[in-house]
């Protein structure tokens, strides 16, 4: 079992439109989650980071954390062709180290 | 332009051959990540810093990979011996005192043939 899954895609979505990305995790002690934008042939672009239960909004862009379903989503309102990228989900056990052990992304093509 | 910086950007190399990598963290960042990005997969965790001191290395990070970060500011990071499967694109990211976000730089892309 990877430590965090999500669905590879390509997730469509019209323009103006919800987009939904999903993510779930292994280990039960993570306490830090972030989603990563990811542009093709780009490095990885903070956009959400996330710590308690609930829903966490910037702007058009909503994280939502259920620890104990160990299942982390992003909702993306409005969707514009710029949002389309890779999302990655990286989750994080704080402490000392607090490395990063992230999914294999999942790409969301909004269409016109 | 105040982000984190990697140099070089693009790196071809033989096999066998030795290479270099440079990263440039965000000025008070005292925390310093590299991590290995394949096509198609997420970034892996090779190892951490903190200030100068290398604080955990990854499995990942065999004995021909080696990371320093002198006077706790910039890092390298070498790969001696290149072989094919090291082409990836290797990134950098650094934290700020008291937070756990990481910013990550432009990556450097190396490409073993």
């Known amino acids: 079992q990877k430590e965090v899954e999500q669905n590879s895609g390509p997730l469509s979505v019209p323009e103006g439109a919800i987009a939904s990305l999903n993510c779930t995790y292994s280990?039960?002690?993570?306490?830090?989650f972030f989603w990563y934008r990811q542009y093709s042939g780009k490095s990885p672009e903070l956009i959400m980071s996330i710590y308690s239960n609930g829903d966490k909004e910037d702007g058009r862009f909503t994280a939502q954390l259920n620890k104990a379903s160990q299942y982390v989503s992003l909702l993306i309102r409005d969707s514009q062709p710029s949002d389309s990228a890779t999302y990655l989900c990286?989750?994080?056990?704080?402490?000392?180290?607090?490395?990063?052990?992230f999914g294999t992304g999942t790409r969301l093509q909004v269409t016109l | 332009d105040t982000g984190v910086s990697q140099d070089p950007r693009h790196k071809i190399t033989k096999r066998g051959q030795n290479v270099t990598f440079r990263c440039d963290p965000i000025s008070e960042h005292n925390r310093l990540y590299w991590y290995r990005q394949t096509l198609g997969q997420g970034p892996e965790f090779l190892t951490y810093?903190?200030?100068?001191?290398?604080?955990?290395k990854s499995r990942l990070l065999s004995d021909r990979f080696s990371a320093e970060r002198p006077k706790g500011s910039f890092s390298t990071l070498e790969i001696q011996r290149t072989e094919q499967g090291d082409s990836a694109m290797y990134l950098c990211?650094?934290?700020?005192?008291?937070?756990?976000?990481?910013?990550f730089g432009p990556g450097t892309r190396l490409t073993v043939t």
């Open positions: 990286a989750v994080g056990v704080t402490g000392t180290a607090s490395k990063l052990t």
């Open positions: 990211a650094s934290i700020p005192p008291n937070s756990y976000e990481q910013y």
């Open positions: 810093f903190q200030n100068e001191a290398q604080l955990e």
């Open positions: 280990d039960r002690v993570s306490q830090s």
